[in-house]
């Protein structure tokens, strides 16, 4: 365990009224979720004066109750014992379980995390954590949704499949409340925390600019290497050991050939099985998807190659180049050789 995490495991003198408060009202059930009220009341009663102000708590937490303004990205270590109430925020949260146990409890779903892993919950997921152990070190980073934005999403601009999955889980719907990745105690996943947070702490030049390059880089890795296995609430997936991201991925590789009939029979689901899992996760039908994906594939393409038209349209997944002239301008508006000429024009 490295001398900065292990600094964490003394209780603080908070965590220890909250603990003692715990454990001398076992009827109160502390480590069960609570509405606002409720948690006001208790928390009013558990907190030492340490200067929080209970009165202007709320269970919609903004972007300014803990991200300085000078910052995009904070740091919260979840204090170990608190009440559990439920609450929202207005901002990305990444939950990174550093060691020890805890509970990430929403509406309908009670998920056990251990260490290594890293859930990330979009803005208005409503949630709550039980972390009722002395072992348990919990990190929360914050992130500013355009810093988010910046770090994430735009890493996965020219997936057009793939972005649209994640569009609708951190931005269009609460039917995908949060992503899990298992990264089984990553020991550089824990150095990428651990060197954000004391840069963070710092009170060097170019501090913010340090930290949403680390948390970048963090972010990277994770998509790097644990991808494959993140975990994803259940959305028409009716086989627990079915991979949606490696199912998107698929699709995605194979966009200028692949058919709805193969890409079921590939993953053993009936045609209609594989049109509802893709609906749910993308917002969008299997054809709607594919076409989206040659379309930008076009674009990119035709702006940035000079490969003849005709050459970009078989690539692309057209027979016929009139077709492919014609779906590409009732998507783009322009034909073309009307959107390279555009594209050229910007360059010069």
């Not at 603080?12 to 502390?30: D, G, I």
């Not at 810093?147 to 997936?159: K, V």
Request: proline share 3%.
């Amino acid at each position: 365990m490295s001398t900065a995490k292990a600094a964490f495991l003394e209780l603080s003198k908070t965590e220890l009224n909250l603990k003692r408060y715990y454990e001398e009202h076992p009827e109160l059930h502390l480590d069960k979720p609570h509405n606002e009220d409720e948690a006001i009341d208790m928390l009013n009663k558990c907190y030492v004066n340490d200067n929080t102000r209970i009165g202007t708590f709320s269970t919609t937490i903004n972007e300014q109750a803990f991200i300085p303004e000078y910052m995009d990205i904070a740091f919260v270590r979840h204090m170990r014992y608190t009440p559990v109430f439920w609450h929202t925020h207005e901002f990305f949260e990444l939950l990174c379980v550093l060691d020890g146990e805890c509970k990430n409890i929403f509406s309908d779903t009670e998920i056990k995390m251990v260490p290594g892993d890293i859930c990330i919950h979009s803005p208005r997921t409503t949630h709550t954590v039980s972390a009722f152990s002395d072992k348990c070190i919990l990190m929360n980073i914050l992130m500013r949704r355009s810093t988010f934005e910046n770090s994430f999403m735009s890493l996965l601009r020219s997936d057009s499949i793939l972005s649209n999955f994640f569009n609708r889980a951190f931005f269009n719907t609460t039917d995908i409340p949060y992503l899990i990745f298992h990264t089984n105690k990553d020991p550089l996943i824990e150095k990428y925390i651990m060197d954000s947070y004391a840069e963070a702490s710092s009170l060097h030049r170019y501090r913010k600019e340090m930290v949403n390059a680390q948390i970048s880089q963090l972010i990277i890795y994770l998509l790097q290497k644990y991808e494959s296995s993140i975990e994803i609430p259940s959305i028409n997936m009716e086989k627990k050991d079915s991979n949606l991201i490696y199912m998107l991925r698929y699709l995605q590789a194979n966009y200028a050939t692949i058919t709805l009939p193969e890409l079921a029979a590939f993953f053993n689901y009936s045609e209609r099985q594989m049109q509802r899992i893709i609906c749910s996760a993308t917002g969008m039908s299997f054809s709607e998807n594919i076409q989206k994906q040659k379309i930008e594939r076009a674009c990119y393409l035709l702006a940035e190659s000079d490969r003849s038209i005709t050459e970009i349209s078989e690539e692309v997944g057209y027979v016929s180049l009139n077709n492919f002239r014609k779906i590409f301008h009732k998507h783009v508006g322009l034909t073309p050789s009307e959107f390279r000429k555009a594209k050229n024009h910007e360059i010069g």
